[in-house]
């Protein structure tokens, strides 16, 4: 499977989570998981349906170890950081604080990687030269080829 549609799939997965974690709330009118709600969201389906559309719209940039070392520190990043919040939330800090902590530097990190990835893929060799890696033809640009074997 390639990078693109992993991080679609993680998505919707982690999606699924959090709009459930909503739609509990709602049902059972105690909000103590909103925070942890709205970060499974914005962390897990929001970013991570950005950074499929981003791998799908330039393959070459999901060429290579950094991208494979991004979507993990990501994907158990935000589902450790947001395991930590509600913990916390639900009155358990000293147990969960740590996860929280550790889920929160690893989801940085994933995003600090995700800045050099997208500047890497979008350099442009020169203004009048070489056309950047999204101006090549889909098939040099690897859009044929499952990136992930
Ligand atoms: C089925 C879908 C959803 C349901 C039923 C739902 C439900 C809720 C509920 C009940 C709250 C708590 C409101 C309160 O504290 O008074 C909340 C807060 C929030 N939700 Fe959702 N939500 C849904 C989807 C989303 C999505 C897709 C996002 C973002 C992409 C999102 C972001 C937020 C944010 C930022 C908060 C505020 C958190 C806070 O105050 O700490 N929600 N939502």
């Not at 494979?68 to 509600?86: C, E």
């Not at 969960?96 to 990190?109: D, K, R």
Request: aromatic share 12%.
């Amino acid at each position: 499977m390639n990078l693109a549609h992993l991080c679609l799939r993680t998505a919707v997965v982690l999606g699924f989570i959090g709009f459930s974690m909503g739609f509990g709330m709602g049902i059972s009118q105690d909000f103590s998981l909103a925070p942890a709600h709205a970060h499974m969201n914005l962390l897990g389906w929001v970013s991570f349906a950005l950074y499929g559309a981003f791998y799908a719209l330039i393959p070459q940039a999901a060429v290579g170890m950094l991208p494979r070392i991004h979507y993990i520190l990501a994907s158990v990043g935000t589902v450790v950081m947001v395991a930590g919040i509600a913990g916390i939330y639900l009155g358990h800090g000293a147990t969960f604080e740590p996860l929280a902590i550790g889920g929160s530097i690893a989801v940085y990190g994933s995003f600090i990687l995700f800045v050099f990835i997208v500047f890497r893929a979008t350099r442009q060799a020169s203004l009048f030269g070489k056309p950047s890696v999204s101006e090549e033809p889909a098939e040099a640009n690897g859009a044929a080829q499952g990136v992930w074997g």
